[in-house]
């Protein structure tokens, strides 16, 4: 999928979002960091989370696959299928359409899953994230699902490696002022992680 055939060659497909399951390579040692600095920023105890699709966001999966008393809601596919045999997590799955580049599922089945219930803390992967921008990706449905999820948290958690810090995508799932916590690693550009910052949000860097 990162090339197109042409007659006597090949060119760049014309899109900007790399399918997931290409994406699982980039960055892993930090991704893996981040998730575990995520999971430490949540209360011990019974506790619900919601967990967005994205690489970062499936690797905070794989963090929680031990924690006891937690509940799990997610539209993507690929953090399913790391922990729904898990008996000591609650796993509740949404419905929608599912988006082949990301496996996550969108579109009102999965907003209607969201806005039925609350959770204690919202977890979300990102294409970009940005004083300006907030918390972007790059498909439009897949941001309104996203926040419908935010909607129902008490507080939201983006993760996201230094790569997405000062980038805009197309759509926005969270602004700025709608995000707690962000967690990324010392990759991240400094000036774009004072601006977030400076918006109010708790910033971690790992």
């Known amino acids: 999928g990162l ?4 007659h006597g060659g090949a060119r760049a497909p014309a899109r900007a979002e790399v399918p997931v399951q290409l994406r699982d390579s980039q960055f892993r040692e930090a991704k893996q960091r981040i998730a575990r600095r995520a999971v430490a920023l949540l209360p011990d105890g019974p506790y619900s989370v919601a967990l967005s699709g994205g690489t970062t966001a499936t690797e905070v999966a794989k963090a929680l696959a031990t924690r006891q008393e937690l509940a799990i809601v997610t539209n993507a596919l690929t953090t399913v299928m790391e922990i729904a045999s ?6 509740i799955l949404t419905g929608g359409v599912v988006r082949p580049s990301s496996f996550e599922a969108v579109g009102a089945l999965a907003e209607n899953t969201f806005n039925a219930i609350n959770v204690g803390t919202a977890i979300l992967g990102t294409d970009g994230i940005s004083a300006q921008g907030g918390a972007t990706t790059h498909d439009e449905v897949e941001a309104r699902t996203n926040h419908a999820m935010v909607a129902h948290a008490q507080r939201v958690m983006v993760v ?47």
Do not use: C, Y
């Open 3 to 6: 090339l197109v055939r042409t």
């Open 160 to 206: 996201a490696d230094g790569s997405k810090v000062g980038r805009i995508t197309l759509a926005r799932m969270a602004a700025l002022d709608e995000i707690d916590v962000l967690v990324t690693d010392a990759t991240a550009d400094r000036a774009g992680l004072d601006r977030i910052a400076a918006g109010g949000v708790e910033v971690h860097v790992v």
């Open 86 to 91: 898990r008996p000591n997590l609650k796993v």
